[in-house]
């Protein structure tokens, strides 16, 4: 009676422990299969069809139809510059500089990959439309309530969580197999600026 209780015992931590980890790695990478820089996360071959499974499950899951990482790069971030999660009951500052790429933009989601409804019908910015300040930097203010410069709304819901998507498009840095290059300077700083 012992030996099947401890096999079913097993059996069942291999199962919880398999399918955690599972999860996991699809919901966050790994260092094989994501590059990190700050606040943003890429998946290296994502759009790539000899992607590993692990890359291919996240982006099945995601429900996204990524071009290849040699014609355009996504970062994703779910916390902010100090590594707390993006939440709507907070105000953030999304500032960088300009970034080395044919065209790129910068949109909020919810937690669960849509658009948050608003009344200004703002769900993004794009490198064309965006205001700059003299020296070429930018400025996003992520927020419930209109800010100056660029506001990017964050709805009501001041209990939901917040993911960026930074899609870059044609970066004019490239590495050995064709894959875009981001440097890791020209990524947006999030800083959050006060919480509810």
Request: aromatic share 10%; hydrophobic share 35%.
């Amino acid at each position: 009676m012992r030996t099947i209780v401890f096999v079913i015992a097993t059996f069942a931590a291999a199962l919880f422990i398999g399918t955690g980890s599972a999860w996991y790695v699809i919901d966050h990478g790994t260092p094989l299969t994501t590059e990190r820089i700050g606040p943003w996360a890429s998946w290296t071959t994502e759009g790539n069809p000899l992607a590993d499974p692990y890359t291919k499950a996240h982006l099945a899951r995601s429900g996204r139809l990524p071009l290849s990482s040699t014609a355009a790069r996504y970062f994703v971030a779910r916390t902010d510059s100090d590594g707390y999660a993006l939440s709507a009951s907070c105000e953030y500052a999304i500032a960088g500089p300009s970034i080395n790429a044919r065209w790129w933009s910068l949109a909020a989601y919810d937690d669960q990959g849509f658009v948050i409804d608003n009344p200004s019908q703002r769900y993004s910015f794009n490198s064309n439309e965006l205001l700059r300040r003299a020296d070429g930097t930018y400025r996003v203010n992520l927020s419930k309530t209109a800010r100056p410069e660029n506001w990017l709304p964050s709805g009501d819901d001041s209990g939901r969580n917040l993911v960026l998507m930074l899609r870059i498009y044609s970066p004019r840095v490239t590495d050995a197999t064709g894959t875009g290059q981001v440097l890791p300077d020209r990524l947006p700083k999030i800083e959050r600026k006060s919480c509810d």
